[in-house]
T-cell receptor, first 113, second 111 residues
């Protein structure tokens, strides 16, 4: 089955800095890579995703990159703000039918004012 | 439109007790899921139901049973709770070719 590794487990930055979270996956058949954000005590929520036919995708201060050859993908947050503080999960899945994502273990991002 | 609802929000059990976690969605989604979340372990799939009438095991199914009661409802049962089942349980649902949408979670403690 799929195995997703996520690093770092904790990331502490100053407000305004950039943050990068990296994930690797094992199943070469995976072709869809979503990212979820979970604020303290709340549900995980999908914030951005990328498909294998795309190398990069941006949404305001958030961007995701994918390197299919190396089987790794990353989340980049620029100009971090205190409200970005949360746990971020990467996941890998195959498109088609029901999506059954395999999640990484999560990264706790702390943005200091 | 409540999305995905879960009951109860919190529960404390003694070892050996049984209970059922309830989940319902009003988005007319076909697929439903149960995940557990433990510190440092991410979200691990317990069971999922691709459509009404079908259920399949996920990564960590031991000690759990599920019932897809109808299209809206998907319950998770612990027959004999163990301390290792202390966790936060999330139900989720999705439509074809979309990612799971999560409910608010149930925090379960087994003493």
């Amino acid at each position: 089955g799929e195995n997703v590794e996520q690093h770092p487990s904790t990331l502490s930055v100053q407000e305004g800095d950039s943050a990068v979270i990296k994930c690797t996956y094992s199943d070469s058949a995976s072709n869809y890579f979503p990212w979820y954000k979970q604020e303290l005590g709340k549900r995980p929520q999908l914030i951005i995703d990328i498909r294998s036919n795309v190398g990069e995708k941006k949404d305001q201060r958030i961007a995701v990159t994918l390197n299919k050859t190396a089987k790794h993908f990353s989340l980049h947050i620029t100009e971090t703000q205190p409200e970005d503080s949360a746990v971020y999960f990467c996941a890998a899945s195959r498109e088609g039918g029901s999506y059954i994502p395999t999640f990484g273990r999560g990264t706790s991002l702390i943005v200091h004012p | 439109n409540a999305g995905v609802t879960q009951t109860p929000k919190f529960q404390v059990l003694k070892t050996g007790q049984s209970m059922t976690l309830q989940c319902a969605q009003d988005m007319n989604h076909n697929s439903m899921y149960w995940y557990r979340q433990d510190p440092g372990m991410g979200l691990r799939l317990i069971y999922y139901s691709a459509s009404e009438g079908t259920t399949d095991k996920g990564e960590v199914p031991n000690g759990y049973n599920v019932s897809r009661l109808n299209k809206r409802e998907f319950s998770l049962r612990l027959e004999s709770a163990a301390p290792s089942q202390t966790s936060v349980y999330f139900c989720a649902s999705s439509e074809f070719a979309t990612m799971p949408f999560f409910g608010p979670g149930t925090r379960l403690t087994v003493l």
